[in-house]
């Protein structure tokens, strides 16, 4: 089945503790991005990847970074969490031929930084 | 920058009426926008997307439609269905960097 898988779905943490939110395409797609979704603001880009070892940023990267060594594998990286960086995020996929054909998202990681 | 709004944070409909979800673009240029529904618990979902060179199009019970001129958006869904109980966002594609500008979302609740 093509999916994005994310893992974990669910991640509460301390202030300061590094953490990692994996993310996984089988769709051989291109294309890579990671989105916040917060009450009142919707879904905001953080970063993205074009292809492998191209990342850029997207509107709201501060405190986030990103790595894509492979195709199929695009890490959400917070070196320094914080409170404000609770969240939900999602991951998703798309071919860069078919930009205009939508992405496909993963089921969502729920973040808490307390 | 380019925004996307919609236009009512909630919609309530009875079971088998038809709903219409509306939305507004602010980027004249933009030629690319979708419909995603995000139920509870997971990521949005494709629904269906339309260019900028089409004002209609339709799918299996929904239909999105374009008008460029005032720069809006909506969806259609016909003999809407417990099923569809859902947040709807409509995203348009901005710039040539992949980036889809998210609208806050409609809350659609259906009655029975």
């Known amino acids: 089945e093509a999916q994005v898988t994310q893992n974990p779905r669910y991640l509460i943490t301390v202030t300061g503790k590094k953490l990692t939110v994996t993310c996984s395409q089988n769709?051989?797609?291109?294309?890579m991005s990671w989105y916040r979704q917060d009450p009142g603001l919707g879904l905001r880009q953080i970063y993205y990847?074009?292809?492998?070892?191209?990342?850029d940023k997207g509107d709201v990267p501060e405190g986030y970074k990103v790595s894509r060594k492979e195709k199929r594998n695009f890490p959400l990286i917070l070196e320094s969490p914080s409170p404000n960086q609770t969240s939900l995020y999602f991951c998703?996929?798309?071919?860069?031929?078919?930009?205009?054909?939508?992405?496909?998202f993963g089921s969502g990681t729920r973040l808490t930084v307390v | 920058g380019e925004s996307v709004g919609l236009h009512l944070p909630t919609l309530s409909v009875q079971e088998g009426d038809n709903s219409i979800i509306n939305c507004a673009y602010s980027?004249?240029?933009?030629?690319?926008f979708i419909w995603y529904k995000q139920e509870s618990g997971k990521g949005p979902q494709f629904i269906i997307d339309?260019?900028?060179?089409?004002d209609k199009r339709q799918g299996q019970r929904v239909t999105v439609l374009l008008n460029k001129t005032v720069k809006h958006l909506s969806l259609q869904i016909a003999a809407t269905q417990p099923g569809d109980s859902a947040v709807y966002f409509c995203?348009?594609?901005?710039?040539?960097?992949?980036?889809?500008?998210f609208g806050q979302g409609t809350t659609l609740q259906v009655k029975p």
């Open positions: 980027n004249s240029a933009s030629d690319y």
């Open positions: 339309i260019r900028s060179n089409m």
């Open positions: 998703a996929s798309s071919s860069s031929s078919g930009l205009r054909s939508g992405y496909t």
């Open positions: 995203a348009v594609l901005s710039g040539n960097t992949g980036k889809l500008i």
């Open positions: 990847s074009m292809n492998v070892e191209v990342t």
């Open positions: 769709m051989n797609h291109e294309y």
